[in-house]
Nanobody
């Protein structure tokens, strides 16, 4: 089992920044990649960003490219999402996911490939 705990969400104005954190614990030695997804009210959960654990290769949704940055701290089993130039449409619950398979450009966005999820953290961007 892998436990994931997100933090860092909150209320921010348009154009502001937030940094989300995800702490992984438990059977983390099997984790090959981690990612961030988000779910806005009335919408399906969607891919935001992912990172391979060994090489640090990153993948982003087009909607966040150039604004969001995913990073990791392997020693601390942490993954981060730095969010800049936030927009009201970024408002959502953000979830951290971990997977036991390598991430590629064609699979990063597939929710079913992620084996564990955190409980989510709310991000609200006011206009």
């Amino acid at each position: 089992q892998v436990q994931l705990v997100e933090s860092g969400g909150g209320l921010v104005q348009t154009g502001g920044s937030l940094r989300l954190s995800c702490a992984a614990s438990g059977r983390t030695f099997g984790v090959r990649a981690m990612g961030w997804f988000r779910q806005a009210p009335g919408k399906e959960r969607e891919f935001v960003a992912a990172m391979g654990w060994s090489r640090g290769t990153t993948y982003y949704a087009d909607s966040v490219k150039g604004r969001f940055t995913i990073s990791r701290d392997n020693a601390r089993n942490m993954v981060y999402l730095q969010m800049n130039s936030l927009k009201p449409e970024d408002t959502a619950v953000y979830y951290c996911g971990a997977r036991f398979t390598d991430v590629t450009g064609t699979t990063a966005h597939i929710m079913a490939r992620y084996n564990y999820w955190g409980q989510g953290t709310q991000v609200t961007v006011s206009s």
